[in-house]
């Protein structure tokens, strides 16, 4: 399956700043990659579908202008989330839809964002 | 009613047993089915993938799919204290890129 690396695996930042988060796939070029919150003990919840070269579909619920998607290039996406507050304190994790029929879906080792 | 239901456990089970976890779901559609494993701060992990009705058997895991009963499973055989960890079944039905996911399981094999 799809290699994909996810960093940093853990951030704390003070309210009110920004904190970008990357997502690579390391052995195949991804044109979808997905962003996921979970919260302690429960289940992945999409908070969007990034798309390379186009602007990220969002979830119901989620805020675009708070959680800003950019996926560049086909290896790379990044999640800023902005003015971050401590309610944003979770754990965000990237996929990958590794394309060709293939719905083994792989994902990052995650990023634990605390907000201070 | 949740697309995708799966019991949040705890199960605890003494090393060696067997472990059978279960999802059922309520949208025909779903045709792609995965197992996901997940370690305390970790991102999941995929243990199984399997296609329509039937069996897949990966060494200690199998994945067993019953469209008919829109219910599905996973085995553990010679479970052991590694296999300790929260697992998730996943869904997509074609066309679709999004996944449906479980609550997941906690699991705790006891040495």
């Known amino acids: 399956g799809a290699v994909v690396s996810q960093h940093p695996s853990w951030v704390i930042c003070k309210s009110g700043t920004s904190v970008k988060i990357e997502c690579r796939s390391l052995d195949f070029q991804a044109t979808t990659m997905f962003w996921y919150r979970q919260f302690p003990k429960q289940s992945l919840m999409l908070m969007a579908t990034?798309?390379?070269?186009?602007?990220?579909?969002?979830e119901q619920g989620v805020e675009k202008d708070k959680f800003l998607i950019n996926h560049a290039s086909l290896t790379l996406s990044t999640l800023t989330v902005t003015s971050a507050h401590p309610e944003d304190s979770s754990f965000y994790i990237c996929?990958?839809?590794?394309?060709?029929?293939?719905?083994?879906?792989?994902f990052g080792s995650g990023t634990r964002l605390t907000v201070v | 009613q949740k697309e995708v239901e799966q019991d949040p456990g705890p199960l605890s089970v003494p090393e060696g047993a067997i472990v059978s976890l279960n999802c059922t779901y309520s949208n025909s559609a779903f045709q792609y089915f995965m197992w996901y494993r997940q370690y305390s701060r970790k991102g999941p992990e995929l243990l199984m993938y399997?296609?329509?009705?039937g069996n897949k058997e990966d060494g200690r895991f199998t994945a067993q799919v019953d469209k008919s009963s829109k219910y599905i499973s996973l085995f553990i055989r010679d479970s052991q204290p590694s296999d300790s960890a929260t697992y998730l079944c996943a869904m997509i039905n074609f066309g679709n890129e999004k996944l449906t996911f479980g609550t997941g399981t906690r699991l705790t094999i006891i040495p």
């Open positions: 996929s990958v839809n590794p394309g060709q029929g293939n719905y083994g879906y792989t």
């Open positions: 399997t296609y329509s009705s």
């Open positions: 990034s798309n390379e070269g186009s602007k990220a579909t969002y």
